[in-house]
C-alpha cells in the first residue's frame, strides 16, 4: 500500500466499521478529518556548513478524551497522510484501553541513518522550536517512535524547557530515566501485545508449548514480545527485520538472536551461552515468505500494509496480533474472516506503549517514581481490562474482533462527544 493512501484507507476501515450504527454518525463525521496539522520546513546546519531543510510535521487529531498523545518518527519517507493515519489511530487506541489522552503524531521526513549524532541533536531540537507552541503538557505530548529514542526525547524535552524557561518533564514522554522517564517503556509495547496473547490463550485453553509464533519485525516491539513469548513457553520459530528472516522448526532463542544482531547488525539464527554461540540449523526466509508460514499466531510488527490483496490469500496463521500500525489493509478484513483468521487489531494489541505512557506523564506531574512491578502490573491491569471488554462483546455478537475493538472506541468516543451535546439534544431543547 502506498504511503499517500494510508489515511484514506483507516478512514475507509472506520467508515465501513461506523456506517452501520446510527448512533456512530456524529463521531464518524467529527473524526472524518484531524483537527488541526501543523506543517514546517526545519533548518539545521550540517557539520560540514551547509544548510539542510527538512519538511515535519505534527497532527492533532482530536482532543475529546485529554490533550493529544503520540510519537514522533524519523523517516524518509514519512509524509501528512501517514502522520494524520498514525494520529488517528492513537485516537482510537487511547479510548478503547481507557486512557485519558487524545491522539497526535508527529514526524521529520529524513534518513536519520545519513546525519551524524550532532545533525540529530541539531535536528531534534529544531523540530521542538518550530512546534513549542503547538505542545505542552496539557496540550500535546510527544514520544519516541520510529528511529527517535530516549536520547532525542531528552533533547527535546531540555529544547522546550529554554523556550519556556521552565522545568517540564510532563511534556515528553519516553525520556531518559534521568530525566523523569519511566522503568518498564522500553519494553511496553511489546509487553502489550504479548498481554493480548496470554489473554487469548486463557480463553482459549491454549498449551504455550504447543502455539508457534512468526514475528515480522525484530525492533523494540518485535523483541520484546518474541522474548515474553518464549519465556512463557511459545515456540517462535521465525523472526525478520528488513533485510529478511530466520526460521527453525525446533524454535529460536530469541536472546541469543537478538544479542547477536547487536553484535553484528544481522539476524542469525545462533544459541549463545556465556561468550560462545553455535549456528542453529534454520532457513533463510524474506518478509513475504515469514507472512505465509503455517503458524498458530503471526505477529507483523514492522511496517503498515504488508497485509493486502495480493498476499492475503498466502496468509495461513489462525491468529494475527498487529503490534504494528495499520499491517492490514482495510480492503482484505473480509477475506481474513472469510479465511478463518482472526485479528487482535492494532488499537489494542501495541497500546501499551502509550498506556506506559501515560504513567509517565502521571509520575511526572505527580513527582513520583514508580518501581518497575508497579508499572508492569498497572499495565497489565489496563491491557486485561479492555481485552475482557472486547471478548465479552466478541461472544455475543457475530463481528469480527477488530469490528468489535473498534466500535468499543467508537463509544468511548460518542459519550464524550454527547457530553459536549449533540443535534438530538439540541433539537428538543
Not at 85 to 101: D, I, R, S
Not at 149 to 161: F, K, L, Q, S
Not at 236 to 253: M, P, T
Request: neutral net charge; aromatic residues 8%; contains cysteine.
Amino acid at each position: 500500500m502506498s504511503e499517500k493512501n494510508i489515511l484514506q484507507d483507516a478512514l475507509t476501515r472506520l467508515s465501513n466499521i461506523a456506517k452501520t450504527n446510527k448512533e456512530y454518525n456524529a463521531i464518524l463525521e467529527a473524526l472524518s478529518q484531524p483537527q488541526s496539522t501543523l506543517t514546517s520546513h526545519i533548518a539545521i546546519r550540517k557539520d560540514n556548513g551547509s544548510t539542510a531543510y527538512f519538511k515535519a510535521y505534527r497532527c492533532r487529531y482530536n482532543d475529546l478524551l485529554g490533550p493529544t498523545k503520540g510519537g514522533i518518527r524519523f523517516h524518509q519517507d514519512a509524509d501528512q497522510s501517514e502522520v494524520e493515519a498514525l494520529a488517528l489511530w492513537m485516537t482510537l487506541k487511547c479510548a478503547v484501553v481507557g486512557v485519558p489522552f487524545g491522539g497526535a503524531k508527529g514526524a521529520v521526513t529524513v534518513d536519520p541513518k545519513k546525519l551524524s549524532p550532532m545533525e540529530l541533536e541539531r535536528l531534534a531540537r529544531a523540530y521542538i522550536r518550530a512546534k513549542a507552541d503547538f505542545i505542552g503538557p496539557q496540550l500535546d505530548i510527544p514520544a519516541p517512535d520510529v528511529y527517535t529514542n530516549a536520547r532525542i526525547m531528552g533533547w527535546m524535552m531540555d529544547e522546550y524547557e529554554k523556550i519556556t524557561r521552565t522545568k517540564c518533564p510532563a511534556v515528553i514522554t519516553g525520556k531518559p530515566i534521568a530525566f523523569g522517564g519511566s522503568l518498564g517503556r522500553d519494553s511496553a509495547t511489546g509487553r502489550g501485545a504479548f498481554l493480548c496473547i496470554e489473554a487469548l490463550a486463557r480463553k482459549l485453553g491454549w498449551d504455550a508449548k504447543e502455539k508457534t509464533v512468526a514475528i515480522q519485525g525484530f525492533g523494540n516491539g518485535g523483541y520484546h514480545c518474541a522474548k515474553l513469548l518464549q519465556d512463557a513457553g511459545f515456540k517462535v520459530v521465525a523472526v525478520s527485520d528488513s533485510k529478511g528472516g530466520i526460521y527453525s522448526k525446533q524454535g529460536l532463542d530469541i536472546e541469543s538472536v537478538y544479542s547477536e544482531k547487536q553484535r553484528s547488525n544481522t539476524l542469525k539464527a545462533v544459541y549463545c551461552q556465556h561468550s560462545v554461540c553455535e549456528d542453529v540449523e534454520h532457513t533463510r526466509i524474506n518478509n513475504e515468505e515469514l507472512l505465509a508460514l503455517q503458524v498458530d499466531i503471526l505477529v507483523p510488527a514492522a511496517l503498515a500494509g504488508v497485509i493486502n490483496a495480493k498476499n492475503v490469500s498466502q496468509i495461513q496463521a489462525q491468529y494475527i496480533v498487529e503490534i504494528a500500525n495499520g499491517p492490514i489493509t482495510a480492503e482484505v478484513d473480509g477475506q481474513l474472516k472469510e479465511q478463518g483468521t482472526h485479528v487482535i487489531p492494532d488499537i489494542l494489541a501495541n497500546a501499551g506503549g502509550v498506556i506506559v505512557s501515560y504513567f509517565e506523564w502521571c509520575q511526572n506531574r505527580q513527582g513520583e517514581a514508580w518501581p518497575e512491578e508497579k508499572v508492569y502490573d498497572k499495565l497489565a491491569a489496563y491491557i486485561n481490562s479492555a481485552f475482557e471488554r472486547a471478548w465479552q462483546r466478541y461472544q455475543q455478537h457475530d463481528d469480527s474482533m477488530r469490528v468489535v475493538v473498534y466500535k468499543l472506541a467508537l463509544q468511548q468516543l460518542t459519550e464524550a462527544l454527547e457530553a459536549h451535546g449533540t443535534a438530538d439534544y439540541f433539537s428538543v431543547n
